[in-house]
């Protein structure tokens, strides 16, 4: 999974569970060597992670959220961290910049940039 790079935060309102538990949400931005992008993360657990945290994040998936790509984790995922500012990343490309859209096609579904949504 990525690890953090420059790992800015900002919290988000919080949501509700069908149980009734309020869960805090997260957002960072992570980076590996291949670029960055946003990471999504629900759960008390993120108002511990700091930047240059370096963060193994398993059971996670790819969604666009306000028409942004994003990593998310939600439920049973892991967020394990691993270590601090040892890293190598780039945070070019980020992914997470520009619109998305879900595109259908013969092959299934998927996310492109809005620029390559159009119908033909």
């Not at 869960?23 to 980076?31: D, K, N, Q, T």
């Not at 070019?92 to 809005?114: D, F, Q």
Request: glycine share 14%; proline share 4%; net charge negative.
């Amino acid at each position: 999974g990525p690890g953090s790079g420059p790992g800015s935060s900002s919290t988000r309102d919080s949501s509700t569970s069908g149980g009734g538990v309020t869960v805090p949400i997260y957002s960072f931005l992570v980076a590996d060597m291949t670029g960055s992008c946003v990471f999504t993360y629900w759960g008390s657990l993120g108002s511990e992670i700091a930047e240059g945290d370096i963060m193994r994040a398993e059971a996670c998936y790819v969604r666009v959220y306000n028409e942004t790509l994003q990593l998310s984790q939600k439920g049973h995922g892991t967020l394990i961290k691993i270590g601090e500012d040892l890293m190598e990343f780039v945070t070019e490309p980020n992914v997470s910049r520009g619109k998305w859209k879900l595109l259908e096609t013969a092959e299934g579904k998927k996310y492109v940039p809005a620029t390559q949504a159009v119908e033909s």
